[in-house]
């Protein structure tokens, strides 16, 4: 399983990012996808969660209302549509895919990884 995420990159508070995650290797139908962050310093944390067939999403309290989780499975895809950004979403951002449960929204249900991209958020 190969997850490649792109998209991150240097953006000014208030505008908006859309990154992407690229899945082979699986069949991507059979995968719930989730999205996490981890800050400088911190431990990595839950920002969205998709269900396999995309008809369930859930959020973290701290981008909810700004972002956006969305798959397209016959591209076998990813989307985090990341709007109103604030200097405290700056981190690395990883995309993950779990074939077990129904969404992914720990790190410890994760069972695979993307390498991360990076969104700086400056002010």
């Known amino acids: 399983v190969l997850l490649v995420e792109s998209g991150g990159g240097l953006v000014q508070a208030g505008g908006s990012l859309r990154l992407s995650c690229a899945a082979s290797?699986?069949?991507?139908?059979?995968?719930?996808l989730g999205w996490f962050r981890q800050a400088p310093g911190k431990e990595h944390e839950f920002v969205a969660t998709?269900?396999?067939?995309?008809?369930?999403?859930n959020y973290a309290d701290s981008v909810k209302g700004r972002f956006t989780i969305s798959r397209d499975n016959a591209k076998k895809a990813v989307y985090l549509q990341m709007n109103s950004l604030k200097h405290e979403d700056t981190a690395e951002y990883y995309c993950?895919?779990?074939?077990?449960?129904?969404?992914?929204?720990?790190?410890?249900?994760?069972?695979?990884w993307g390498q991360g991209t990076q969104v700086t958020v400056y002010s």
């Open positions: 290797g699986l069949t991507f139908s059979d995968y719930a």
């Open positions: 998709i269900s396999r067939s995309g008809d369930r999403t």
């Open positions: 993950t895919a779990d074939p077990t449960n129904g969404w992914v929204s720990s790190p410890y249900e994760a069972a695979y």
